[in-house]
């Protein structure tokens, strides 16, 4: 139990694209997911917390309106990286509560040209 | 501002040596401490969950202490196994609030 998905795995897009990336709760409801974003060998920095129905709560120096986070249902948030550049090339790791604890999603490496 | 640091930063050893892995951080105002792996690539598996009321909790080869006074967890690993080869991540959830405070990982290689 307590499994969450992300899609895609991994993403290559040209500068100025913009890319969704879906994170999924398959066995469980969540009303509150997380967005993280982990650059090489560095530690998992948190993006925002996804609420269900309401909007995000963003971190200190993460731009909103760069990275659209829609939670639409209890079991699904996206991110969306709008308007991608190179230096948001990065590995997006999603989590989704379930009682007292996260359950990490497998990641999305995105690859910025 | 809660700051979490893991020393070593990367550790090679031969297998089945035990292993200590520090976790320490700053405020000690926090509801639990969690022990992750993560491998090359990939998301992160939980390992331990120390709630701040517990003193230390082990499962299987691993075992997790907590002194939130003195803001320090380690993880204990037993008769180590190239298979235990991995990035450790600790993380603190603070009072009255769901987000997670990672430390900076140590990198763990385990050779035959």
């Known amino acids: 139990g307590a499994v969450v998905s992300q899609h895609p795995s991994w993403v290559i897009c040209k500068s100025g694209t913009s890319v969704k990336i879906e994170c999924r709760s398959l066995d469980f409801q969540a009303t509150t997911m997380f967005w993280y974003r982990q650059f090489p060998k560095q530690s998992l920095m948190l993006m925002a917390t996804s609420n269900e129905g309401s909007k995000a709560t963003y971190e200190q120096g993460v731009e909103k309106d760069k990275f659209l986070i829609n939670h639409a249902s209890l079991t699904l948030s996206t991110l969306t990286v709008t308007s991608a550049h190179p230096e948001d090339s990065s590995f997006y790791i999603c989590s989704a509560r379930n009682g007292r604890r996260q359950f990490f999603g497998p990641g999305t490496r995105l690859t910025v040209l | 501002k809660q700051e979490v640091t893991q020393i070593p930063a990367a550790l090679s050893v031969p297998e089945g040596e035990n292993l200590v892995l520090n976790c320490s951080f700053t405020?000690?105002?926090?509801?639990?401490l969690q022990w992750f792996r993560q491998d090359p690539g990939k998301g992160l598996t939980s390992l331990l969950l120390?709630?701040?009321?517990?003193r230390e909790q082990t499962s299987g080869r691993l075992n997790a202490s907590l002194d939130k006074s003195s803001g320090r967890s380690t993880l204990y690993i037993a008769a180590s196994q190239p298979g235990d080869s991995a990035t450790y991540l600790c993380a603190v959830r603070l009072d009255n609030t769901d987000k997670l405070i990672f430390g900076t990982g140590t990198r763990l290689q385990v050779f035959p």
């Open positions: 405020d000690s105002a926090i509801y639990n």
């Open positions: 120390i709630q701040s009321s517990q």
